[in-house]
């Protein structure tokens, strides 16, 4: 309980930092006096919200329902029903203390837009967030604890195939814009968000064409690939949920006005689904050899450096670099740029976009060398995992650094701190859990079958001796 109130005190504060700072970036501040500041805030205006500034409403909506989830669990978990609806009180009491004064602190930011609008949506994501504890908070924490007991590789699969399918429904929805009005979905089809037609609006360049096809088709086979590691599934299972998944987010996504609803997505998830069935049912057929013989550490080490020159080719990509001093020294100003400021200029999906595409492509890379220092002998494995965090920040300084020389890239030192994050997540993640694997090694179905035979034939053979 004390290790899991400390983890809900972190997140907590975190959550309420993130919330404060990207409530004021980008951090443009402007003298206001006092008495004026008052004028203003007391003449708020309400604002007739159409379908494009729908999304900035549910966004702040969004922003406190987790803010109020993880400040309730910190202070009620373990607490009596009483205390509970005491601190539920102060939680939505402090929601609405702090939209107020994050709405006003923003009149000193003139860049920032300050609104009825926005009070009410905080507020009510605050309340939001407080229901979501009580109705759901247990299921959150047994799935957590769940996660930490798991010692199979098939159950750890199982469990992150659908984190992995909750986060990609929630980014696929963002900024959740939603509609029913025919009127609407019929100007988002005049828009061109949706397409019938397979493979119409894919780029007419064919790298960019083929990276949109091989990462979408990856997107749903990771699915597949996790599905088909538990046990007990028919060979077309995996496939056949990961076509529901993505028909299912198909539709959902025509209800969401920014959003594109495009035929070709369901070919890519169902290549994407046989890919993943395909290598599970390897995986499957090679387990047993897999623990018999254990796989070498150079190949983890090979395959790590073939990511990063991915990694290089996706990022520098098409590598059209310009050495010009003027431009040089112009596109050098990101170092003193305001952390997380270019993600503020856009939308809150395209922001959403970035986050993942920077910590979802380093993760891999930390998730291989974590694999290569656990197959080392233990005397190499502290300076070997020095070595393999330095080769992280390595790498992503040195993409960000030479994008300067692409004038076609976005040097940001606040996506070094994300591919950074990525990296290192992924490699404490694996690490863990093969250092876990390692100390507690699974017996296979057979053998576990064969353990209860030789037991039961043991206690039939005392019970005939008496």
Not at 155 to 180: F, G, M, N, Q
Not at 244 to 258: I, N
């Amino acid at each position: 309980m004390g290790e899991l109130r400390r983890l809900l005190s972190w997140l907590a504060l975190t959550y309420l930092a993130f919330v404060i700072y990207g409530s004021l970036v980008p951090l443009e501040y402007r003298a206001m006096p006092l008495d004026a500041a008052v004028a203003a805030f007391r003449n708020l205006p309400f604002l007739n919200l159409g379908i494009g500034s729908r999304a900035d409403w549910v966004a702040n909506l969004l922003l406190f329902i987790p803010l109020a989830f993880f400040w309730t669990a910190w202070l009620a978990l373990g607490r009596g029903t009483l205390f509970g609806v005491l601190t539920s009180s102060v939680v939505a009491a402090a929601c609405l203390a702090l939209s107020l004064g994050i709405e006003f602190t923003q009149l000193f930011f003139p860049q920032r837009t300050v609104s009825q609008n926005d009070i009410l949506a905080e507020a009510l994501g605050g309340l939001l967030g407080i229901v979501a504890w009580w109705s759901l908070g247990h299921r959150v924490l047994a799935w957590y604890e769940s996660w930490h007991r798991a010692r199979a590789p098939a159950d750890l699969a199982e469990r992150l195939a659908w984190a992995y399918l909750v986060a990609i429904y929630a980014y696929s929805l963002l900024p959740l814009d939603l509609t029913l009005s025919a009127v609407e979905l019929f100007h988002k089809w005049r828009a061109g968000h949706l397409h019938l037609i397979p493979f119409a609006a894919l780029p007419t360049e064919p790298v960019a064409a083929i990276y949109e096809l091989a990462s979408d088709s990856a997107l749903w086979a990771v699915l597949a690939v996790l599905w088909g590691l538990k046990g007990g599934r028919s060979r077309f299972s995996p496939w056949r949920m990961t076509m529901f998944s993505a028909l299912l987010l198909e539709l959902l996504q025509l209800f969401v006005y920014s959003r594109v609803s495009d035929v070709t997505d369901l070919i890519t998830a169902a290549f994407g689904g046989v890919l993943g069935a395909w290598i599970a049912l390897t995986l499957g057929a090679n387990a047993e050899t897999t623990r018999r013989q254990a796989v070498p550490a150079w190949l983890a080490l090979v395959l790590a450096c073939g990511w990063m020159g991915v990694l290089m080719g996706v990022f520098w990509y098409p590598f059209n670099f310009d050495t010009g001093g003027p431009l040089l020294y112009e596109r050098l100003d990101f170092l003193a740029r305001v952390p997380f400021v270019t993600y503020y200029f856009g939308s809150e999906f395209r922001a959403a976009t970035e986050v993942l595409h920077k910590v979802l492509f380093f993760a891999p890379l930390g998730g291989l060398l974590a694999w290569w220092v656990s197959g080392l002998s233990w005397r190499w494995r502290e300076w070997a995992g020095f070595a393999a965090i330095l080769a992280i920040v390595a790498l992503a300084l040195s993409i960000e650094l030479v994008q300067v020389l692409l004038p076609g890239k976005v040097p940001d030192s606040t996506d070094a701190v994300l591919e950074i994050l990525g990296g290192v997540s992924g490699y404490f993640l694996i690490r863990s859990r093969l250092l876990q694997l390692k100390r507690r090694p699974v017996r296979s179905a057979h053998a576990a079958h064969s353990a209860r035979h030789t037991r039961t034939n043991s206690i039939r053979t005392g019970e005939m001796e008496h």
